[in-house]
Nanobody, 122 residues
């Protein structure tokens, strides 16, 4: 059974940092892309980063480029999202997803986690 479990969210002040984790199981991790998405109150789900576990290629939305870093530990079947210089606008539920195509749109994914809350205070 495919499972994706996010962790690492929390409450931080503006300018702070968190390290989010996505632990994956139940599929061939090395053949998939893992993406991070977020949903802020009143907004649509936004793709913010993606990594290919085949070649390590990474992608970022402009809104987080330079502040967030995605990485993958294939031995642990875990993808991380280091989120730095957080802003109140980053407040959202953060989700990871897995799919054979990946990308920053939802169509490239088949499996989704349930999310972890990130709250940034001003």
């Amino acid at each position: 059974e495919v499972q994706l479990v996010e962790s690492g969210g929390g409450l931080v002040q503006a300018g702070g940092s968190l390290r989010l984790s996505c632990a994956a199981s139940g599929f061939t991790f090395d053949d998939y892309a893992i993406g991070w998405f977020r949903r802020a109150p009143g907004k649509a789900r936004e793709g913010i980063s993606c990594i290919s576990n085949r070649d390590g290629s990474t992608y970022y939305a402009d809104s987080v480029k330079g502040r967030f870093t995605i990485s993958s530990d294939n031995a642990k079947n875990t993808v991380y999202l280091q989120v730095n210089s957080l802003k109140p606008e980053d407040t959202a539920v953060y989700y990871c997803a897995a799919g054979p195509r990946g990308g920053l749109g939802t169509t490239g994914y088949e499996y989704w986690g349930q999310g972890t809350q990130v709250t940034v205070s001003s």
